[in-house]
């Protein structure tokens, strides 16, 4: 089974920008999607943006035009540039890949983005 492990997360002043990594522990050609969650304190985890094996995306609208989801099949590893972050964007990230199988995915343990002056 795949494992994620999510870096890249820190504390960042509002209009600042982060990069988010997503590392694979083996090859992703098994893996149909992947993509980005968030976890906002007493709110559900939502999408932020996912892109699949054949380099479809897709974003919620409120981060459309600042966040953009890349994958490197190479590197095992899917990114996530943040740019023009707001405050409400302060939640945990979560890495998510979607095997071709469906049902079947895995979750990365998380890392905290905090957005604040």
């Known amino acids: 089974q795949v494992q994620l492990a999510e870096s890249g997360g820190g504390l960042v002043q509002p209009g600042g920008s982060l990069r988010l990594s997503c590392a694979a522990s083996?090859?992703?050609?098994?893996?149909?999607?992947l993509g980005w969650y968030r976890q906002a304190p007493g709110k559900q985890r939502e999408l932020v943006a996912k892109?699949?094996?054949?380099?479809?995306?897709n974003y919620a609208d409120s981060v459309k035009g600042r966040f953009t989801i890349s994958r490197d099949s190479a590197e095992n590893t899917v990114y996530l540039q943040m740019n023009a972050l707001k405050p409400e964007d302060t939640a945990v990230y979560y890495c998510?890949?979607?095997?071709?199988?469906?049902?079947?995915?895995?979750w990365g343990q998380g890392t905290l983005v905090t957005v604040s002056s």
């Open positions: 998510n890949a979607e095997a071709y199988t469906p049902g079947l995915e895995v």
């Open positions: 083996r090859s992703m050609r098994s893996i149909y999607a």
């Open positions: 892109i699949t094996a054949g380099g479809s995306t």
